[in-house]
């Protein structure tokens, strides 16, 4: 209620500042709410705000019309706002790259960041990796999504497979079957993971905010850049509806192991 109230009285404000005609409720037109709603917009409000302040804009103009004090509402008509696409955030290249560099001292954090940005995968999935999950001899790696989903295979370019090498030698012994583990030799956990890629990421100096997925949306990017085909790029992603693939991509069949050789990140 007090959202609802608070919402009103913003209006009100508004109107009396911009409309000195408008005294009573049966003064305001259309225009004016439009026109409110584009100040708001201007002014950065969201769209999930901006639509939460109109229904309370119909509310209010209902109850009124309800007891006969207009004759129809100034919201008829008027378009819901909508909720803006979230922004994807990727990498450029001298940003990756620098993370790269920074991560270079530790074989394992520098393979987490390469197989983050040369296959696609989600934070949960990496996680889940295990020893037998990376076939270095058929250069692909098995990749289980959790989400009730077959596994995946997804190829393996040198850069991968050159940093899994170099991690395996220095790997701490352990019991635990998982491919990344901690310093305790227990598989590293999701928090883990991400407090890893903000340390490079501040490292790196980079102001934007970046995660674990931003280097999925890199690996994601760069492909379609490329020309990589929508079903290929879904294959890899492990994305159930190609719709969500096609924020990506650019149609075009080519050959998945030759693919991901010639973009190489």
Request: glycine residues 6%; proline residues 3%; positive net charge.
């Amino acid at each position: 209620m007090g959202a609802y109230r608070t919402d009103l009285q913003q209006f009100l404000k508004w109107l009396h500042n911009n409309n000195l005609l408008a005294e009573t409720p049966s003064d305001v037109e259309r225009a004016d709410v439009n026109e409110y709603l584009t100040h708001l917009a201007r002014s950065g409000v969201s769209g999930v705000s901006r639509a939460r302040k109109l229904a309370a804009l119909r509310e209010y103009f209902r109850f009124v019309e309800d007891a006969g004090g207009i004759t129809k509402s100034p919201t008829a008509g008027v378009e819901t706002p909508r909720k803006e696409r979230k922004v994807r955030t990727y990498l450029q290249p001298d940003e990756y790259n620098r993370m790269l560099s920074l991560a270079g001292a530790s074989a394992r954090d520098y393979c987490i960041l390469q197989v983050f940005l040369q296959t696609g995968v989600r934070v949960s999935e990496l996680c889940q990796l295990r020893l037998d999950d990376a076939d270095l001899e058929n250069q692909s790696i098995r990749v289980r999504s959790g989400k009730g989903m077959a596994a995946r295979d997804v190829e393996l370019e040198r850069k991968a497979i050159a940093a899994i090498k170099s991690y395996l030698l220095v790997r701490p012994p352990s019991s635990d079957d998982h491919l990344f583990v901690n310093r305790y030799g227990v598989a590293i956990s999701e928090r883990g993971v991400r407090k890893l890629v903000v340390k490079y990421r501040r490292e790196a100096g980079i102001t934007k905010k970046v995660s674990c997925h931003s280097l999925r949306h890199t690996f994601a990017t760069y492909k379609a850049e490329q020309g990589v085909s929508p079903f290929q790029l879904q294959q890899w992603l492990g994305h159930t509806n190609l719709n969500t693939t096609q924020i990506y991509v650019h149609m075009g069949r080519q050959n998945a192991k030759k693919l991901m050789d010639k973009t190489s990140l």
